[in-house]
């Protein structure tokens, strides 16, 4: 009989051939998709054909998401954009995505089915973690070990230990996924769950909608974690339902399932939470914010770029105006999520409050393009990271927050909860 496993551990040792695993045991691990960007992915190309390999272990499973520095913004991206088209036509890869047709990776890739409930997945990218609201082990790795993957369908892992995190009770008005994540990373600490999992549950997981878990565990690589994973339930196969295109698996956690430690919030006790500059640790409870004022909010990314997240912006925006001493910069996920929010006028709402909507892209959550902040500016903004200089100037300030918080801050011209509207 094994011992009690949780649920990364049952996706690990399943990957692994194995009928257990314990945290601190290396693996080698057979993968189901491999994905980088346009940043990551030329770095990979050169390793994969450094090492000698001629094929793809599967042309399905290998996906390129151009979607940082895209549509491009210089001669530099654009060639790097060039490497991966012309390695995806060598491969005969199946998911390959060209402007027009692609969306930000980590909002893409569940929405086409690409991604689904039991997969283990590596991503050249940090948010790869997102899809464990799925109930995937996802994980960002290097793009060397990307390029080993991408050859071989195989990569090593150390089982993580896992850490359970159970938020229940009923949430106060305006408060969402991202600021129950917010709340985790400033309680815990960037490196809070260093090399370690988050399974996270509790009555309020399992009433939440797909958008606001993907929300959550995007976010999981900022409280320093492996991966963070959401155990798939009866809302995630609804979601999954002729979406996935491959067979999937449901794991849970064994009763009596080791975990290093246990953390329970009541949400009652949980505000709208800011990340102040310049960790995403340093977080305080809107109503601690104080007078700040912003030149400009961001709606959008990985983290925040889902229909769900325009609907609350233009609710709060509907016959409002943007503040005319702030720029409001919005970005649909995807194609699809653009025209939805266009079909249920969000789009238009947004465009007559005085914000501007862009195509999909990862802009400037990184310091990309499509919103640079310059020196002395201060953003609010609904994306994963406010490091010093990541959205522009290393004199330039990022607040994080939600998307309710980031347009009502966005309509009074300085950081505030849509109760003060």
Same mark, same amino acid.
């Given at each position: 009989?094994?011992?009690?496993?949780?649920?990364?551990?049952?996706?690990?040792?399943?990957?692994?051939?194995?009928?257990?695993?314990?945290?601190?045991?290396?693996?080698?691990?057979?993968?189901?998709?491999?994905?980088?960007?346009?940043?990551?992915?030329?770095?990979?190309?050169?390793?994969?054909?450094?090492?000698?390999?001629?094929?793809?272990?599967?042309?399905? %499973?290998?996906?390129?998401?151009?979607? =940082?520095?895209?549509?491009?913004?210089?001669?530099?991206?654009?060639?790097?954009?060039?490497?991966?088209?012309?390695?995806?036509?060598?491969?005969?890869?199946?998911?390959?995505?060209?402007?027009?047709?692609?969306?930000?990776?980590?909002?893409?890739?569940?929405?086409?089915?690409?991604?689904?409930?039991?997969?283990?997945?590596?991503?050249?990218?940090?948010?790869?973690?997102?899809?464990?609201?799925?109930?995937?082990?996802?994980?960002?790795?290097?793009?060397?070990?990307?390029?080993?993957?991408?050859?071989?369908?195989?990569?090593?892992?150390?089982?993580?230990?896992?850490?359970?995190?159970?938020?229940?009770?009923?949430?106060?008005?305006?408060?969402?996924?991202?600021?129950?994540?917010?709340?985790?990373?400033?309680?815990?600490?960037?490196?809070?769950?260093?090399?370690?999992?988050?399974?996270?549950?509790?009555?309020?997981?399992?009433?939440?909608?797909?958008?606001?878990?993907?929300?959550?565990?995007?976010?999981?690589?900022?409280?320093?974690?492996?991966?963070?994973?959401?155990?798939?339930?009866?809302?995630? &196969?609804?979601?999954?339902?002729? %979406?996935?295109?491959?067979?999937?698996?449901?794991?849970?956690?064994?009763?009596?399932?080791?975990?290093? %430690?246990?953390?329970?919030?009541?949400?009652?006790?949980?505000?709208?939470?800011?990340?102040?500059? =310049?960790?995403?640790?340093?977080?305080?409870?809107?109503?601690?914010?104080?007078?700040?004022?912003?030149?400009?909010?961001?709606?959008?990314?990985?983290?925040?770029?889902?229909?769900?997240?325009?609907?609350?912006?233009? &609710?709060?925006? &509907?016959?409002?105006?943007?503040?005319?001493?702030?720029?409001?910069?919005?970005?649909?996920?995807?194609?699809?999520?653009?025209?939805?929010?266009?079909?249920?006028?969000?789009?238009?709402?947004?465009?007559?409050?005085?914000?501007?909507?862009?195509?999909?892209?990862?802009?400037?959550?990184?310091?990309?393009?499509?919103?640079?902040?310059?020196?002395?500016?201060?953003?609010?903004?609904?994306?994963?990271?406010?490091?010093?200089?990541?959205?522009?100037?290393?004199?330039?300030?990022?607040?994080?927050?939600?998307?309710?918080?980031?347009?009502?801050?966005?309509?009074?011209?300085?950081?505030?909860?849509?109760?003060?509207?």
């Amino acid at each position: 009989m094994t011992r009690p496993m949780n649920i990364a551990e049952k996706i690990l040792a399943a990957h692994a051939g194995l009928e257990e695993v314990v945290p601190g045991q290396l693996i080698t691990a057979k993968l189901d998709i491999t994905l980088a960007n346009d940043i990551t992915g030329p770095v990979a190309v050169r390793e994969f054909k450094k090492i000698g390999a001629e094929k793809v272990f599967d042309n399905t %499973r290998v996906v390129f998401v151009p979607d =940082h520095f895209v549509p491009n913004k210089d001669i530099k991206s654009a060639e790097q954009v060039k490497m991966l088209r012309e390695f995806a036509k060598e491969q005969n890869l199946v998911n390959f995505f060209e402007v027009g047709r692609m969306g930000i990776e980590h909002a893409l890739l569940p929405e086409k089915g690409i991604v689904t409930a039991g997969d283990l997945i590596i991503g050249a990218d940090s948010h790869t973690c997102t899809y464990g609201a799925l109930g995937a082990f996802a994980t960002g790795v290097g793009s060397t070990d990307l390029a080993c993957g991408m050859a071989s369908g195989e990569t090593w892992f150390k089982v993580p230990e896992t850490i359970k995190v159970e938020f229940n009770g009923k949430l106060n008005k305006w408060v969402s996924s991202k600021d129950l994540i917010l709340h985790l990373i400033g309680d815990i600490g960037v490196d809070g769950a260093l090399y370690q999992a988050l399974e996270v549950g509790g009555n309020v997981i399992e009433e939440m909608d797909m958008d606001g878990r993907f929300t959550f565990c995007n976010m999981a690589i900022e409280a320093g974690a492996k991966t963070g994973i959401i155990a798939a339930d009866e809302k995630t &196969e609804e979601y999954l339902k002729g %979406r996935s295109i491959r067979p999937y698996k449901i794991y849970k956690s064994d009763e009596g399932a080791q975990y290093v %430690r246990t953390i329970k919030y009541d949400v009652a006790d949980i505000e709208p939470t800011v990340a102040f500059p =310049h960790l995403p640790e340093n977080t305080k409870p809107i109503s601690k914010v104080g007078n700040i004022t912003i030149d400009q909010a961001v709606i959008g990314s990985c983290t925040n770029g889902r229909l769900s997240d325009l609907k609350v912006a233009a &609710e709060i925006l &509907e016959g409002r105006k943007v503040n005319e001493n702030v720029r409001l910069i919005v970005f649909p996920g995807t194609q699809q999520i653009y025209l939805d929010a266009i079909e249920k006028g969000y789009v238009q709402t947004i465009v007559k409050a005085g914000g501007a909507v862009s195509t999909p892209t990862c802009g400037p959550c990184l310091g990309g393009h499509a919103g640079i902040l310059a020196a002395g500016e201060r953003a609010i903004s609904t994306t994963n990271r406010n490091f010093v200089g990541r959205m522009g100037h290393v004199d330039s300030e990022v607040y994080l927050a939600s998307p309710a918080v980031a347009a009502a801050s966005a309509i009074l011209g300085k950081i505030a909860s849509p109760e003060e509207l």
